[in-house]
């Protein structure tokens, strides 16, 4: 029995103007590091308006959120969905925790993969898989660990405040 590498069919969407972002080649890269299984997927870039209708209409939170997946459960032993990031939501983030911008885009790329892949992270346990298979995945990418400078990973989020 031989090995194959997941085969991932991919397309990008820019639904906001950016000269800045990774190019498809690096997203394809990034997307498929992260792939257990073959994929059909789209990774949409949003601006604000769009990234907190999402969020209000699929997880009732408001405000706009970086990263959102929507599996769809349509093609068994396929992993199909989308990748919904939310750009300028991403710059922020990447300018507070002083990472690049494509630093950050490979976090969030990873992350919206596994979690089309039936990873999460609402439990501390739950979390601390997740996270551990995105640091992987990222070094594994030449990018560093995006928990180590937070200080704050998921899965000690997920036990909620310390204080």
Not at 29 to 51: K, M, P, S, Y
Not at 53 to 81: A, C, E, M, Q
Not at 114 to 133: C, I, P, S, T
């Amino acid at each position: 029995m031989s090995l194959r590498a997941a085969r991932l069919s991919l397309s990008v969407q820019y639904a906001v103007a950016s000269d800045d972002l990774p190019s498809r080649n690096l997203l394809r890269r990034w997307a498929a590091a992260a792939l257990a299984n073959d994929a059909i997927v789209t990774l949409r870039f949003v601006d604000t308006a769009e990234g907190e209708t999402l969020n209000r209409s699929y997880r009732h939170k408001s405000g706009p959120t970086n990263v959102l997946s929507f599996v769809y459960d349509d093609r068994p032993g396929i992993v199909h969905g989308d990748v919904v990031l939310c750009l300028p939501l991403l710059r922020q983030e990447a300018d507070e925790q002083g990472k690049t911008l494509a630093a950050h885009c490979a976090h969030l790329v990873v992350h919206g993969m596994l979690h089309l892949q039936g990873y999460d992270h609402r439990r501390a346990d739950e979390a601390a898989r997740m996270e551990a298979r995105e640091v992987a995945i990222l070094a594994a990418l030449g990018v560093a660990n995006p928990y180590a400078a937070r200080g704050t990973s998921p899965a000690q989020a997920a036990q909620g405040p310390t204080s």
